[in-house]
């Protein structure tokens, strides 16, 4: 049985602890609230790119030149298959299973496709420390970037992604990123980005909404569209698994001040019996001396 110096240490270092885990979660919470409006301000820009794009891929993938950006299907069985992949997670740990969900999908997908993973993009220094073990041979680092994050962090990751798409014959870019949900609720896939996937008949209501472009080629607007759609796209994905970042930050110290708080509660318990027993023995030993005494 512990003493009741080891009991009352013990339940100084907890309560310690848990001070630390109580600010770390305000903190959090603090963070939270502004990530999670940027978060949404970040949407917006993608979504209504997006539907551009789309309306242009449909307006001319008859008749132009739409190059290795964009495919009428997509084929998950050929052999020829150069696949980057694209992983964010966080920059720090402390936020339950956050970054291991994420790494445990970035192995999935890896071993999908064994020997057709040539290139990994990691964003954030828990991706960084993970892609160093997978002995990727090109690998793109970016750590540290949440601390300052804005479009143009962004802009620098698509265009050294895309450099290594073009220069390394890549015919896949997927990402594997976490989605916010709520305060409670996230969810973690791998998407592929590129090329674009375009399929399905045109509606009335699409062929009169097409876009005329000119004097341009459409494939060298395409040129253009893509890049910017991609860099939109990776912005919101950013903004998105910061906020699912920080939401798991916050749930997790919540869960350790709750639970140093309960072993507060079981440890004070036991050294007050511990100390009740002290008391009893010392009561014990005192009445059976008298006893002695008195005979």
């Known amino acids: 049985m512990p003493s009741i110096s080891e009991l009352r240490k013990k339940i100084k270092g907890i309560k310690s602890t848990r001070q630390i ?9 603090a963070r939270f609230a502004r990530a999670q409006r940027e978060m949404v301000e970040s949407s917006v820009f993608p979504r209504e790119f997006e539907a ?13 030149n739409i190059g290795r950006y964009v495919v009428k299907a997509r084929n998950s069985e050929d052999l020829a298959r150069r696949i980057g992949v694209v992983i964010i997670t966080g ?3 402390l936020c339950g299973d956050f970054n291991t969900s994420l790494l445990r999908e970035a192995d999935k997908l890896i071993k999908r496709n064994p020997g057709k993973v040539v290139s990994v993009c990691s964003i954030g220094k828990k991706a960084c420390e993970w892609s160093r073990k997978t002995s990727q041979p090109e690998r793109l680092d970016f ?19 895309l450099r290594v798409y073009n220069e390394k014959n890549l015919t896949e870019l997927w990402i594997v990123s976490a989605t916010f949900k709520s305060a409670i609720k996230r969810e973690v ?17 699409e062929i009169s909404r097409e876009i005329d472009v000119e004097p341009a080629e459409p494939a060298e607007v395409l040129k253009t569209l893509i890049p910017q759609w991609l860099k939109g796209q990776l912005y919101k994905m950013i903004r998105h698994s910061y906020a ?14 709750r639970n140093a708080g309960e072993f507060i509660e079981t440890q004070t318990l036991e050294m007050n019996k ?11 030993e005192i009445t059976g001396t008298s006893e002695v005494m008195q005979e």
Do not use: H, W, Y
């Not at 885990?21 to 919470?29: F, L």
């Not at 551009?52 to 132009?64: C, G, P, S």
């Not at 939401?247 to 869960?255: L, P, S, V």
């Open 244 to 257: 699912a970042e920080l939401a798991a930050r916050m749930n997790a110290m919540d869960n350790a001040t």
């Open 274 to 284: 511990v100390r009740q027993a002290v008391i009893t023995r010392e009561i014990a």
């Open 21 to 29: 885990t109580s600010a770390m979660k305000m903190v959090a919470a």
């Open 52 to 64: 551009v794009v789309r309306r242009f891929l449909k307006t001319v993938e008859l008749n132009a």
């Open 143 to 161: 750590p540290g970037i949440f601390s300052g994050l804005n479009f143009g962090i962004a802009d620098k990751v698509v265009n050294e992604v």
């Open 91 to 93: 920059d720090k740990g």
């Open 189 to 205: 896939a791998a998407l592929q980005l590129l090329p674009l996937a375009v399929s399905g008949e045109q509606t009335e209501k």
